[in-house]
Each structure stands twice: as structure tokens, then as C-alpha cells.
């Protein structure tokens, strides 16, 4: 069998999975808190090609060859959202910008505007993020940007999709007086009518952010919260809590666009290249040694 | 049908909710005392796609295993914004306006206690008691007093009420006190859910103290206490702010187009696996 006509199979499948991920992004362009996700592909391993039937009964080696891609992951890009402003007293937007040490030198990483950092030996530092944490109602701790909270009848501060927002205590938060009332610090801090400092919104920072698996309903999990180097906030930490905003979704819909069209013509490319190689077989299969 | 095209369907539905909901804002533009409703948003469900064992963790890759992927966008919940409207001056002695973040308590037609923003009262015979005069919504439902009691009045007399919603009546033989409005602090709109005839009740389950408070209730020096004053011979507008809501419904196209756009590109793809062989 020619060995490209699955290579190009397994290209069109890889663009549709891009396709797939740009969708994605682009039916949240206005979700709040979303975090756009590219799509990750990579070859397949290489295999050494040979030729048999030499003069020779060992044979000589040919080079190496790709035999296809796969889409391999779906990485999410944490960059900061714009904040827009609300006026509602339970919307909260997280403005974080946090450092981290690298532990060799005692100076901070500089990340790039993707929030990543890679060192002189090619290893890639991500940049820590943020998150509000919020619980379900099987009590799983999940994390999210989306600030759009919501005090329902019994004053349970719950997000847009129900989960209770955790406090510093680890217990969901509950709102005491009326809610047009609310004030919050930007810390997180409730302050009361009184002027004294209530409970404080739990911001869970994740030191590997591409470790949380995205959950639908606009929260993150952490299959394994070891890894995903999941704290509480660092006191000084370099992060604000907006009431009254929301943040965006920070998917770029022109980018969006050029990778929709983008994956729409390489899906094509492999289509013609199967259809090349479909031509080529009929050659072999009906006109060779056609008298 | 393939991954693309759930996601942008399913997106396409949501947006299409969200035009409803700012049509719904528009065409109350002009209705007294009408709240405008907010949608949030969140993706939807997401399905993690396993890969085969010796594809999950190659040096490199820096997400746990497996290939995320989403179904689009969804609506997630509808909010009541009760921001103050603008107040129009209307000089009839009925027309009362709220001014802060309260209620007017009414019986709705069941015998059960609603609540009504919307202050276009009148004044109608009162069948119990003839020679007096009912204080009524537009729809006809009586307004109660800090009594718990319909507000009536001796027909034919001069109704004035006060900022903090005391009634007082003058006629031909004098001046006199009729109670107070019931006016109900809003401490969670979310309690609130809206009834006909521009009245709400609360959500079911929902403890009537924890989402209202009475004004005439609270304490001296409640930071709500000062906010919330009525006055007479004026109504409330709609809080719809026009140009926020084209504003959205611009972006709401926009996305809608994005969206279709992706959902004609994923077509033309299938049409390209259709016609692979020639």
C-alpha cells in the first residue's frame, strides 16, 4: 500500500480537531472568564525506511520517515482577559499578573504575553494563574475565572451555574445583608456594614495551570491538585479582585477566523493528496499491463 | 454530524436566546417600572477524548492525558438588574415612584402577598365599604399598608403621600392620617421571580425575610433606611438602557455570524470527506 495515503488520512483528521478546537473558541467569544484553547499536533514517530532486495542480504537504510499527526492536546492560554464593567454588586473580576521565583538564580521568571517562559535548556515555565474556587453539588473543589456570581433566596453566594464559592475556610460563602449592600475589597475581602472585614473569597492559585482539565460550565478541575500545584493565595500576591467587572473571554475572534480557514484549506490539501494517491492506484490497479 | 458543527449549532441556539431576551429589553423600553433581564454564559460539557496508551504522556506535552474537547456555549442563568429607572413626572396624585431599591406590597389574585414596582395606582370604588375608595395597581390588585390591609381612602378626597410612603387624606372636614405603604427593602432580587400584570412573588422554597425586609422594620442607622423614599405624582421608567442593549445586540450578531461561519466551514469540510473519491 502507498504509505502516504494514511499520512494524509491522519492529517484530515488532525484538521478537523483543529477545526473542532477553533469552534470551540469562537462559540465563546463572548462567555465570561473563558480561556481560548489551541490545539496541539505532532507527528507521528518516526520510522526508519529500508531497501529490500539489495545485492546484499543486509539492507541499506533509506532515511526516517513521518508515517502521519495526531492532534495531541488542547492547551489552554490563561492570558488575562479585558475587565468589563457591570455595576453589579456580585460580579467580580480577577486582575492577576503573578510572579514566580526560579529557584537557581532567586529572580523572578519573565514570562511572555502567552505566560510562559522558556529557559536556556528549551524547558518551558508556566506562569502561575488564579483562579475563584468554587464547589459542586457532589462537593468536588473546581476553579474558575468567571466572576459572575449570584446570591440566591437563601444567601448562598453560588456561580452562574450553581456551585458554591468557597471561602478562605474552605465553606461556601454566604451573604448576610441585602445584596445591593455587598462590598468587597480587592483582596476579596467582604467588609461589613460596620466596616470590619468578613469572610474572604478563597483565590486558589495553580502553579501549573495546564495541568487543570477543563470541566464545562466554565470551571477547571484538578485530577490531581499535587500536580497541578494548587495553594491559596500568597499574601502580596500580585492579584486583584474587581467587584462590579467581569472579566471577557479572551478569545481573538480574527485570530479565530484565519485558524478556521486555516484548518479548512490543510483538511483540503490532505483531501487532494488522498485523491492524488486514489489516482495514482487506479493507474496501478487498471492501466498497468493493459494491452 | 461532526464535533464542529454540535459546537457552533449549539452556540448558534444560545445567541439566538440571548437576541430574544435583548428583544424582550427593547420592546419594554417604554413600560413603566419594567426591569431589564441579563444572561450569563458558560461553555458547555466537555468530553475528554482518550488517546491510545503509548500517545498519552510524550516528553513534551504539557497537559494531563487525553484531548479536550468542547460543545459550544450555553446559557446559564437569567438575572433581574434592578438598577433605579429614570422618574418622569406625571403630577397625578397616583402615580407614586420609588426611588431606591424597594417594593410596593400587593394582593395578588389568589389572596397571596405580591410585590410590584410599577406605581401607576388608582383610586376605585370600594365595594365592602361604599363611600370609600380603594387604592389599586393599573390591573386592579389592591395595595396594602404596613398593616397588611388594602389601602382605602374616603371618596372624593385630596390623597397626599410622603417619602417614606405615609398616607394622608384631606377632605372637607379635615386633615387625616390613613397608614402607611408597605414598602419592601430587596435584599436578594434573586428570591424574586416575576409574576403577571408586572408583579413579582417569591421563588418557591424562598423565605420572605431573607429576600425582603419591611422599610417601616428597619433599625435607625441601617445604611437601607435612607435609600429608599417614594414620591408622588410621578412613575418610574424602564431601566433598559438603549444603547447597552444594541451594543450587545451588535456583538450578539456578530457572534452569531462568527459562529455561522464556522458551521459553513465545517460543512464544506464534510462535503470534502463526501467527495473524496471523486
Known amino acids: 500500500m502507498l504509505r502516504g495515503l494514511y499520512t494524509a488520512a491522519a492529517g484530515m483528521i488532525t484538521q478537523q480537531r483543529l477545526h ?54 488542547t492547551l489552554p492560554t490563561f492570558t488575562q482577559g479585558d475587565a468589563r464593567e457591570t455595576g453589579k454588586t456580585t460580579d467580580f473580576a480577577l486582575v492577576a499578573d503573578l510572579q514566580l521565583q526560579n529557584p537557581d538564580t532567586g529572580e523572578n521568571y519573565v514570562f511572555d504575553a502567552s505566560g510562559k517562559s522558556v529557559q536556556e535548556d528549551g524547558s518551558v515555565v ?31 453566594l453560588l456561580t452562574a451555574e450553581g456551585y458554591e464559592v468557597l471561602g478562605t475556610d474552605n465553606n461556601p460563602l454566604t451573604i448576610g445583608g441585602a445584596v445591593d449592600q455587598l462590598k468587597v475589597d480587592n483582596q476579596g475581602r467582604i467588609v461589613n ?99 | 454530524m461532526n464535533n464542529s458543527m454540535i459546537s457552533s449549532m449549539v452556540s448558534l441556539g444560545s ?21 431589564s433581564k441579563d444572561a450569563s454564559f458558560v461553555d458547555t460539557l466537555t468530553r475528554v477524548q482518550q488517546q491510545a496508551k503509548d500517545m498519552t504522556q510524550l516528553t513534551g506535552r504539557s497537559t494531563p492525558s487525553g484531548y479536550n474537547l468542547g460543545f459550544g456555549a450555553k446559557m446559564s442563568g437569567l438575572s433581574l438588574d434592578f438598577t433605579q429607572g429614570e422618574i418622569k413626572d406625571t403630577g397625578l396624585p397616583t402615580d407614586l415612584a420609588i426611588q431606591g ?16 414596582r410599577v406605581g401607576d395606582f388608582q383610586l376605585h370604588p370600594d365595594p365592602a365599604n361604599p363611600g370609600q375608595a380603594a387604592l389599586v395597581t393599573s390591573q386592579g390588585y389592591s395595595v396594602l399598608d404596613t398593616t397588611g390591609q388594602p389601602v382605602s381612602v374616603p371618596a372624593n378626597s385630596k390623597l ?9 387624606v384631606t377632605d372637607a372636614t379635615g386633615t387625616f392620617d390613613f397608614g402607611q405603604l408597605q414598602l419592601d427593602y430587596v435584599n436578594r432580587p434573586e428570591g424574586l421571580v416575576e409574576l403577571t400584570d408586572n408583579m413579582y412573588g417569591l421563588v418557591s422554597g424562598a423565605v420572605q425575610g431573607d429576600v425582603l425586609t419591611a422599610v417601616d422594620t428597619l433599625a435607625d442607622g441601617d445604611p437601607r433606611l435612607n435609600k429608599v423614599s417614594v414620591r408622588q405624582g410621578a412613575l418610574e421608567q424602564s431601566n433598559v438602557d438603549l444603547s447597552k442593549e444594541m451594543t450587545d445586540m451588535l ?13 459553513t466551514s465545517s460543512e464544506a469540510m464534510m462535503n470534502m470527506a463526501n467527495h473524496l473519491r471523486g
Open chain 2, 101 to 116: 431599591n424597594a417594593l410596593f406590597r400587593v394582593r395578588a389574585a389568589d389572596g397571596s402577598d405580591a410585590w410590584t
Open chain 1, 193 to 291: 456594614s460596620d466596616g470590619t472585614n468578613g469572610p474572604q473569597l478563597l483565590i486558589s492559585v495553580a502553579n501549573q495551570p495546564n495541568q487543570l482539565v477543563r470541566d464545562g460550565n466554565g470551571v477547571f478541575e484538578a485530577a490531581d491538585p499535587a500536580a497541578a500545584g494548587i495553594n491559596p493565595t500568597a499574601a502580596g500576591a500580585q492579584l486583584e479582585v474587581r467587584q462590579g467587572s467581569l472579566e471577557t473571554s479572551n478569545v481573538d475572534s480574527a485570530q479565530a477566523m484565519v485558524d478556521l480557514m486555516t484548518a479548512q484549506r490543510a483538511y483540503e490539501a490532505n483531501q487532494q493528496v488522498i485523491q492524488y494517491y486514489d489516482k495514482s492506484l487506479d493507474k496501478a490497479v487498471n492501466e498497468i499491463g493493459r494491452v
Open chain 1, 126 to 156: 508556566y506562569q502561575p494563574q488564579a483562579f475563584f474556587t468554587v464547589r459542586d453539588a457532589e462537593g468536588n473543589v473546581k476553579y474558575t475565572r468567571d466572576g459572575d456570581f449570584h446570591v440566591d433566596a437563601a444567601g448562598r
Open chain 2, 160 to 168: 397626599q403621600i410622603a417619602a417614606d410612603g405615609t398616607l394622608t
Open chain 2, 15 to 35: 445567541l439566538q436566546q440571548r437576541l430574544d431576551l435583548l428583544a424582550d429589553n427593547i420592546a419594554n423600553l417604554n413600560t413603566n417600572g419594567y426591569k
Open chain 2, 251 to 263: 456583538q450578539v450578531q456578530r457572534a452569531y455570524q462568527l459562529s455561522a461561519r464556522a458551521l
Open chain 1, 20 to 73: 473542532d478546537t477553533v469552534t470551540q473558541n469562537i462559540a465563546n467569544v463572548n462567555t465570561t472568564g473563558y480561556k481560548q484553547v489551541n490545539s496541539v499536533a505532532r507527528s507521528f514517530p518516526e520510522v526508519l525506511l529500508s531497501a529490500v532486495g539489495g545485492k546484499q542480504n543486509s539492507s541499506a537504510p533509506i532515511g526516517k520517515l513521518n508515517t502521519g499527526v495526531f492532534a495531541e492536546e
